[in-house]
């Protein structure tokens, strides 16, 4: 059983926790869009803390997949490279420097790339997503090429 003061102070970090992420989180969402390492333009569009699945969703809007002329969304590993480069470099982003994300629970990454803005959770056959799904290492992002995932 913790004490009076363990327990105070254990409230005091998780909210101070919670006031980084979230400060990070926001600092993350007013950035400009972002040239991808393909030449492709996205934009960041929300982020998903899905704690029961301890993954964390990187969404971003790139209305070139929707231009069946640029047949960016036909070069499997262009847009691969794309998303791992997302994770890669944006999870930075997420939490304050020195910060680790499996530290606090998170063991992967589901980057969504999507060619307009849909709420998480909806369908919509006329809206184009791609996703990709991480893990998150000592090492940053790998690809979890052989699991399904829901």
Do not use: K
């Amino acid at each position: 059983m913790l004490g009076a003061g363990r327990l105070i102070r254990s409230m005091e970090q998780a909210a101070a926790s919670a006031l980084v992420l979230c400060g990070a989180a926001q600092a993350f969402a007013q950035d400009a869009p972002l040239i991808l390492p393909s030449g492709v333009q996205a934009s960041y569009y929300d982020i998903i803390w899905d704690e029961d699945l301890s993954v964390i969703r990187l969404r971003y809007v790139v209305p070139q997949l929707a231009e069946p002329e640029s047949l960016y969304h036909a070069d499997a590993l262009r847009v691969f490279e794309d998303m791992e480069w997302l994770c890669e470099t944006q999870m930075q982003n997420v939490f304050a420097a020195g910060e680790d994300a499996r530290e606090q629970g998170w063991e992967s990454v589901v980057v969504t790339l999507m060619d307009r803005p849909i709420e998480f959770g909806m369908r919509d056959a006329e809206i184009f997503q791609l996703f990709e799904w991480f893990s998150l290492s000592m090492d940053g992002c790998e690809p979890e090429l052989d699991e399904y995932h829901d």
